[in-house]
């Protein structure tokens, strides 16, 4: 069996530096070291229209957004597959057979799921899709026999549910779908980036995001207003670095590079970190030099991002090609599960030839 990658976002907007830092990152790195046989990247459109089904104009224009900012971050199209998940009918079908393998009390306990209702406020009135998403997630995964899925902390309950569909299913029928892992992000203090207001994680609904594209301009102004510590109010004040998005974000993105480029009053961050705990270090000055580490980072993705749209058909045709390579695996995996499920009817050339000779003989 290979080592198979699958991973993918919902295409509600653009990508954001919590996306990068969760999976994206690793995505590349992953493509580029070429250790996985093969590796499938998708928009997750259809999980996306389970919270915005009044309104599919929002997903159908930021697909190619998601596009944009994938091929501007670096995924090639040569060493991973680009697909969109409604163009592939079979993945609709096994969430079909693998939603009789599991209790609704089950989906109730996965605590991304409680998070996700609480958010969108539908604690009252839960839209049958939206609840049945972790199994529909677990179908992608099990589709193309991914063995590895790179992916935030926060994914790990949905990861846990897709492990238990593939073990009742192989004990039920036959030993045809693969068990996933997932691959957390190097950085533990990354590995769950907050938002600009501190919140714990970073969210287009929560408009607390750094988003890929946003211009110099647009980041200056985020970073600006980003929380810090409450308790610094004062120059000489002791700062805490705990729980500030400012040091979180530098903890993720700032180099020693960067402070040799921009603040060689300091050779690292452990330095800057130990002055601002001591204080006599101002939130501003911390802030400017994030706004310098993160524009440096951003800017070759803002101009990659601007050549590739420059021709918008050639996106569709890479998504087009990598939809149909997507779609052959599906095909084959699907096959493998009818057979094992027995729902294979007319390929199955000894049911036909037992039944005849039945009714031959009644």
Request: negative net charge; charged residues 25%; proline residues 5%.
């Amino acid at each position: 069996m290979g080592k198979i990658i699958l991973t993918g976002d919902r295409p509600t907007g653009k990508l954001h530096l919590g996306h990068y830092v969760g999976s994206l990152r690793r995505r590349v790195e992953l493509q580029n070291a070429g250790d996985y046989d093969r590796m499938f990247v998708f928009m997750a459109d259809v999980q996306a229209l389970t919270d915005n089904a009044d309104n599919p104009e929002r997903i159908r224009q930021n697909i190619i957004n998601v596009a944009l900012d994938y091929l501007a971050a670096g995924l090639d199209p040569e060493k991973c597959v680009l697909f969109i998940q409604s163009m592939i009918p079979e993945l609709a079908e096994l969430t079909t057979y693998l939603m009789n393998l599991i209790t609704v009390s089950r989906v109730q306990r996965n605590p991304t799921v409680k998070t996700e209702i609480k958010m969108r406020n539908f604690e009252a009135n839960i839209p049958l899709g939206f609840f049945c998403y972790p199994v529909s997630q677990a179908a992608d995964i099990t589709l193309f026999k991914a063995t590895t899925v790179p992916a935030g902390e926060d994914q790990e309950p949905m990861l846990e549910v897709t492990r238990e569909l593939v073990r009742r299913f192989n004990s039920t029928y036959a030993e045809v779908l693969v068990e996933p892992n997932i691959m957390l992000p190097e950085n533990q203090t990354a590995r769950r980036l907050p938002g600009t207001d501190g919140k714990e994680k970073m969210s287009k609904s929560l408009g607390n995001c750094i988003y890929l594209s946003d211009s110099a301009d647009e980041v200056w102004q985020k970073v600006r207003s980003m929380y810090t510590d409450p308790t610094h109010v004062n120059l000489n004040d002791p700062g805490h670095v705990e729980g500030n998005a400012v040091f979180t974000y530098l903890d993720a993105f700032s180099t020693d590079a960067d402070f040799a480029e921009f603040w060689p009053e300091y050779q690292n961050l452990d330095e800057l970190k130990a002055h601002y705990e001591r204080g006599g270090l101002g939130d501003m000055k911390c802030k400017k030099f994030l706004n310098q580490v993160l524009n440096k980072f951003l800017e070759p993705m803002r101009q990659r991002r601007h050549e590739f749209e420059q021709d918008i058909p050639e996106i569709y045709n890479i998504l087009r090609k990598g939809t149909e390579q997507a779609r052959e695996v599906a095909a084959q995996t699907m096959s493998e599960v009818r057979h094992a499920m027995r729902i294979d009817y007319f390929d199955d050339e000894e049911l036909i030839r037992q039944q005849t000779e039945f009714f031959r003989n009644k």
